[in-house]
């Protein structure tokens, strides 16, 4: 009896599993058709200063416009376009569509503000980053200020002396860099005091529990004042409530970024929050 359920279980199993890789297969074809269509489009999420309430930047979010799916969340095909290195001419896009942006903006005569684009540790690990960065500046006339890249603490820990070279390049083309989900990783903070690096990020899980959980409050406040210390700008994701923005502008964080004030919005909304 335990072996035909285990058999039975076995061709349960191997059914889900051929099913998985087919889907994986599908999804990965139309993944990589859709970048040669470029079925894709970036929103943008306010950042502001908690003090003034300003919009002092912009995220660049991606979506794909699925005619199979409709709007797509990058949770659900980020990962596998890193797994299979489509993140490098999908990285590449949204770069060169987000400074076209940010230069269009300024030219249209809004105040400017720097732009953030999200790069995966794929991108970097590639190795011409910078000239890919000081190509895209060139060919859309976007100054290197008004572009800021996010990465993650896992830049930190792989490969140290790459990185730290990669980043002290990218800085030097007067470009600034963010490190995103701050607190989520393994980062050693020896490395954040060497670390070229202007802003820290703390990662929305902290900021979700900070009215409820006394831990997640104590480990804002620990981030910001390291980031203080260390004179770097400290921006918290994930702001949904009143209570979460009064706690951190009490507590010293420079920025925001969340639904409290925008959720990431197309283009043509987003310069309407630029108008007001
Ligand atoms: P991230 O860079 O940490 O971006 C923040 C995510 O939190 C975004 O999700 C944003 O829409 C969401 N968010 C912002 N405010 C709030 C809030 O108040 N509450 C909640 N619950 N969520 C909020 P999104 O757009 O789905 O992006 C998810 C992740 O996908 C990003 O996390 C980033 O890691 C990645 N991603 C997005 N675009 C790109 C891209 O162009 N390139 C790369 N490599 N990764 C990207
Ligand atoms: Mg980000
Ligand atoms: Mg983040
Ligand atoms: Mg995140």
Known sequence: KAKELGRNNFQYFSAEMNSSVTDRLELLNRLRQAIT???????????????????????????????HSGMVSPASFIPLAEETGLIIPLGEWVLRTACRQNRAWQDAGYPPIPISV???????????????????????????????????????????????ALLTRLRSLG??????????????????KRFPVDTL??????VRDIATDQDSAAI?????????????????????????????????????????????????????????
């Open 118 to 164: 999200n790069l995966s540790p794929r991108q970097l690990a590639r190795g011409d980053i910078v000239e890919m960065v000081e190509r895209i500046l060139t060919e859309t006339g976007l100054e290197a200020q008004y572009l800021e890249l996010e990465i993650t603490e896992s830049v930190m820990t792989t490969d140290v002396e790459k990185s730290f």
């Open 175 to 192: 470009v600034k860099i963010s490190l995103d989900d701050f607190g989520t990783g393994y980062s050693s903070l020896s490395y954040l």
């Open 37 to 67: 269509n470029e079925d894709f489009v970036l929103h943008y999420q306010p950042k502001v200063s908690l003090a003034s309430h300003q919009i002092i930047g912009a995220e660049a979010l991606v979506r794909w416009n699925s005619a």
């Open 220 to 276: 804002v406040k620990a981030i910001i004042s390291l980031g203080r210390n260390l004179n770097l700008t400290v921006l918290a994701e994930g702001i949904e409530t009143e209570d979460q923005f009064q706690f951190l502008l009490a507590n010293g964080c420079d920025e925001g970024q969340g639904y409290l004030m925008s959720k990431p919005v197309p283009n043509k909304n987003f310069v309407d929050l630029l108008t007001q």
């Open 201 to 206: 990020k703390i990662d929305q899980s902290f």
